[in-house]
C-alpha cells in the first residue's frame, strides 16, 4: 500500500507559477512510476507529467515548456514546479503512483489507471488560475 498526499494548490493569476508537492509513505519502493494527473468537472482526467524512478520523463504537450516534474527518492516526493500558468490549467491536480516493475512514464502519463500494476492516488489539490 501507498499513500499520497499533495500540498501547495491554490489561487493565482494568469501568469503565475506555483509549485505542487506530494509525498508518498508506505511501500515506496514500489512506486516506479510517480506522477500528477489532473481534472475538471465534467471531463475525463488526463495525465500532466510523470516521471520514471530513474529520472525519465513524459509530459502533456499542452504544458511542455511550463511545467517541470521533479523526484526525490531518498524523500519519497514528488513536485510539478508551474510556471506561466492559465486560466485553462485550472483543475483538481492528482499525484499519482504506479508498482509495474516496467512501467514506461510515456504509457503512464497516457494511459493513467488503465495502465499495467496497482496504482495509487492522492485525494487532490484544486488550482484555479484566474485572466
Known amino acids: 500500500q501507498v499513500q499520497l498526499v499533495e500540498t501547495g494548490g491554490g489561487s493565482v493569476q494568469s501568469g503565475g507559477s506555483l509549485r505542487l508537492s506530494c509525498e508518498a509513505s508506505?511501500?515506496?519502493?514500489?512506486?516506479?512510476?510517480m506522477g500528477w494527473f489532473r481534472q475538471v468537472p465534467g471531463k475525463e482526467r488526463e495525465g500532466v507529467a510523470v516521471i520514471e524512478n530513474d529520472g525519465s520523463t513524459s509530459y502533456a504537450e499542452s504544458i511542455k515548456g511550463r511545467f517541470t516534474i521533479s523526484r526525490d527518492n531518498a524523500a519519497n516526493t514528488v513536485s510539478l514546479q508551474m510556471n506561466d500558468l492559465k486560466p485553462e490549467d485550472t483543475a483538481t491536480y492528482y499525484c499519482?503512483?504506479?508498482?509495474?516493475?516496467?512501467?514506461?512514464?510515456?504509457?503512464?502519463?497516457?494511459?493513467?489507471?488503465?495502465?499495467?500494476?496497482?496504482?495509487?492516488w492522492g485525494k487532490g489539490t484544486l488550482v484555479t488560475i484566474s485572466s
Open positions: 508506505g511501500d515506496t519502493s514500489s512506486t516506479h512510476c
Open positions: 499519482a503512483a504506479n508498482t509495474y516493475t516496467y512501467c514506461l512514464a510515456r504509457d503512464f502519463l497516457e494511459e493513467g489507471e488503465a495502465y499495467f500494476g496497482r496504482d495509487y
